[in-house]
Nanobody
Framework: QVRLVESGGGLVQAGDSLRLSCAASGLAFRTYAMAWFRQAPGKEREFVGAISWSGSMTNYADSVKGRFTISRDNVKKTVYLQMNSLKPEETGVYYC?????????????????????WGQGTQVTVSS
């Protein structure tokens, strides 16, 4: 059974930092591209960042470039999202997702429907 378990969310002030973690089990982690998405109340789920199965490529939403960093530890089967200079509009539930992509050389995907597995999410609230 595949499980993705997010952690690290919380309540912070604008300009603060948070590091989210997503621990995976039940899948061959090294063969999956991993991504973070977020969903604000009343809005659609949106792409935040992704890292390729090999770890050699990353992809970010324009709004977070230069502030967020995604990384992975294949030994721990964990993907991280370091978020700096957080903004109130980035409040929402943050989800990690896995996309079987072993052997591909393209950028990690950005469309939610293309991901195979999802975690339950972790709440991030940024106060102004």
């Amino acid at each position: 059974q595949v499980r993705l378990v997010e952690s690290g969310g919380g309540l912070v002030q604008a300009g603060d930092s948070l590091r989210l973690s997503c621990a995976a089990s039940g899948l061959a982690f090294r063969t999956y591209a991993m991504a973070w998405f977020r969903q604000a109340p009343g809005k659609e789920r949106e792409f935040v960042g992704a890292i390729s199965w090999s770890g050699s490529m990353t992809n970010y939403a324009d709004s977070v470039k230069g502030r967020f960093t995604i990384s992975r530890d294949n030994v721990k089967k964990t993907v991280y999202l370091q978020m700096n200079s957080l903004k109130p509009e980035e409040t929402g539930v943050y989800y990690c997702a896995a996309d079987f992509a072993f052997g591909t050389t393209s950028q990690p995907r950005v469309v939610p429907d293309e991901y195979d597995y999802w975690g339950q999410g972790t709440q991030v609230t940024v106060s102004s």
